[in-house]
């Protein structure tokens, strides 16, 4: 999780720089931070993912956990359906 925030501030650093150079009048910069700011996002999305994920395993489970997995094994069960009835229309 460390080596992850790490690499955003990185890449924070670097989209700051654009920032700059975008304020300054350099429209490619734009694009630039842009596109380094939705890498950041996205990056933030896992670390959350993987504190929540540890969390979770902490706490033996916990509710989220619980109900992602009920969720999962109806998903699960709709598909073993589905191959079914896909089946029986051969």
Do not use: H, W, Y
């Not at 916990?62 to 109900?67: D, E, P, S, T």
């Amino acid at each position: 999780m460390q080596k992850l925030l790490n690499e955003m501030r990185e890449v924070l650093d670097d989209a700051d720089i654009d920032v700059e150079k975008f304020v300054n009048g350099t429209a490619s910069a734009g694009s630039r931070a842009r596109k380094k700011m939705q890498a950041i996002k996205k990056m933030a999305q896992e670390l959350r993912i993987k504190i929540q994920d540890e969390k979770n395993i902490r706490k033996g489970g916990g509710k989220v956990a619980k109900k992602k997995a009920g969720k999962v094994k109806k998903a699960v069960e709709e598909k073993k359906v589905e191959k079914k009835t896909k089946k029986g229309k051969k």
